[in-house]
């Protein structure tokens, strides 16, 4: 399969996301050396599987017309982000990308130092067992990594050697209902600690 110029082989993880795909339990720890026992990979299995279908239930209430004119008006706010059909056009280019995925109504704004190859890694890898939510089952949202190649329906760049330095101001134009983002943009000196500590809260409940 051919995607935005990309060739994927058939792997375990598909080409879009499903319920049935997004969770590939490991006992093996992603934050130190332990092990987890039986018992947690049934409990965190139940409760990443129910706060997916929460999440899937925020999509399906999200307007469509509303998204498409958020992604239009920032398109005219910042013209140096231009739609693109190849990828292959983009390798080893720094700068600023534009995720949307359409059928769930939102996006990811990404910064990196080679713009191909870090879309490349959210497409074909897969979110750690442990790390499927980031923060409660009713207040986390999917991560991108989650969702496969045939789930971004439309990239926008913008080619630059200052990465990081607007990338919250590019996130923050979007309504937070639209974004997929977990945490603030910019560069995270402090790692894992900072990133929670700014960490991006959804109300999955009251929807």
Not at 70 to 83: D, G, K, L, V
Not at 86 to 109: A, C, H, T
Request: positive net charge; aromatic residues 18%; charged residues 30%.
């Amino acid at each position: 399969m051919i995607h935005f110029g990309i060739n994927f082989k058939k792997s375990k993880f598909g080409f879009s996301l499903t319920r049935e795909n997004y969770i590939h339990p490991s006992k093996k720890s992603s934050f130190n050396n332990t092990e987890y026992d039986d018992e947690y990979i049934i409990s965190h299995t139940k409760r990443a599987l129910f706060n997916f279908d929460l999440n899937m239930r925020f999509f399906s209430k999200l307007d469509s017309e509303e998204f498409n004119r958020t992604i239009e008006n920032f398109s005219r706010q910042y013209p140096q982000f231009i739609e693109i059909k190849d990828l292959n056009e983009y390798r080893y280019q720094s700068g600023y990308y534009l995720l949307v995925l359409d059928k769930y109504k939102q996006i990811y704004l990404g910064t990196t130092y080679d713009i191909c190859r870090r879309i490349r890694d959210h497409w074909t890898r897969s979110k750690q067992f442990d790390r499927l939510m980031f923060g409660s089952v009713f207040t986390s949202r999917l991560s991108i990594d989650s969702f496969r190649p045939l789930d971004t329906t439309r990239i926008f760049v913008y080619t630059t050697n200052e990465t990081f330095e607007n990338e919250d101001k590019f996130i923050s134009y979007f309504p937070d209902k639209f974004i997929l983002n977990r945490t603030k943009g910019g560069m995270l000196d402090l790692g894992l600690s900072q990133a929670i500590s700014n960490r991006k809260y959804r109300n999955l409940i009251d929807i």
